[in-house]
């Protein structure tokens, strides 16, 4: 059961990423962060400070109820699922209007973890 964090939680979940969507990196309002578990509740994961990640809408609703290595497996899927389905990305890598960069998924506090020597742009 997903309890409710006090303030004091919140900025705590807030400041692992310096103000940054742990999963894709942007630049995060306060009141816009969603409070992510890395590995949902439903599949065992913990309701506690060290299961707990900043999340912007759009990678907390990608997400959803993924653990990390699922959502690294759906984002790595994209492209090849844009290539089967989509004739308008056909179309713009044809015409190399768009370049597959590779599968590779590294998330942002995956980057950011260790290096927190390094300053924020
Ligand atoms: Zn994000």
């Not at 653990?67 to 989509?86: C, N, P, Q, T, W």
């Amino acid at each position: 059961m997903r309890r409710k964090l006090s303030k004091a939680e919140r900025q705590q979940v807030y400041k692992k990423c310096a103000g940054h969507c742990a999963y894709c990196g942007c630049g995060l309002e306060y009141k816009a962060m969603q409070v992510d578990h890395m590995k949902p509740l439903h599949i065992g994961g913990l309701d506690a400070m060290s299961n707990m990640l900043p999340a912007c809408r759009s990678c907390n609703h990608y997400k959803g109820t993924l653990d990390v290595e699922g959502y690294r497996r759906y984002l790595a899927g994209i492209s090849h699922r844009l290539m089967r389905d989509s004739i308008q990305f056909r179309t713009a890598v044809r015409f190399g209007l768009v370049r597959h960069m590779g599968d590779d998924v590294t998330f942002y506090f995956e980057r950011c973890g260790e290096g927190e020597q390094e300053s924020e742009g």
